[in-house]
């Protein structure tokens, strides 16, 4: 299963970080915001390399594409235990926005969330969302062609569960 979700994680997530990136694209022609450079400055800190104001855009790609791709891994394995749907794709969303946090926030070059202005925080939100959604999407449809995960298989034999998956093969008694 591990080698499966590596895979598919990182086609979700190419395919979600790349919806995100046009929904943030067309979002800066409508808003007239400039480009964020935090991934730039973020992953130098973490590299130990000094910022470089004159050059942010290569590392600014490398560390958005690279976090999204990686990170859609996640959701692979959450779709592939059987967490899917809409549901997963807002649990998910919640790790990516936390991942975003944490490294900014240790490496200096970010502020949490609540001190930011609200227009700011909306944006973001926005985004993560579509990215989340998206990868979720990918997750839960490449998944699904190895049929139901292990927590959907057990919903459908317990009393009083039910499944949003279609129907399951019934498994016998003695192999629950």
């Known amino acids: 299963m591990m080698r499966r979700a590596l895979w598919e994680g990182l086609v979700a997530g190419a395919a979600g970080v790349t919806a995100m990136t046009i929904g943030e694209k067309l979002e800066q022609r409508l808003t007239g915001r400039p480009d964020s450079h935090v991934p730039a400055r973020v992953l130098r800190r973490l590299t130990g390399r000094p910022d470089d104001p004159g050059r942010p855009l290569p ?31 807002a649990k998910f969303a919640v790790i990516r926005l936390t991942n975003d946090q944490i490294l900014e926030n240790a490496t200096g ?68």
């Open 59 to 89: 590392a600014n790609w490398v560390m958005h594409f690279g976090q999204g791709v990686v990170l859609g891994v996640v959701r692979s394995v959450m779709a592939q235990a059987g967490l899917r749907g809409p549901w997963s794709s």
């Open 109 to 176: 070059v970010g502020a949490p969330p609540p001190t930011w202005p609200r227009g700011e925080l909306v944006v973001d939100l926005l985004h993560k969302g579509v990215y989340a959604a998206v990868t979720g999407v990918v997750a839960d449809a490449l998944a699904a062609r190895s049929g139901p995960g292990p927590g959907q298989r057990h919903a459908a034999v317990q009393p009083g569960r039910h499944s949003d998956v279609g129907p399951l093969p019934r498994i016998p008694a003695s192999k629950r």
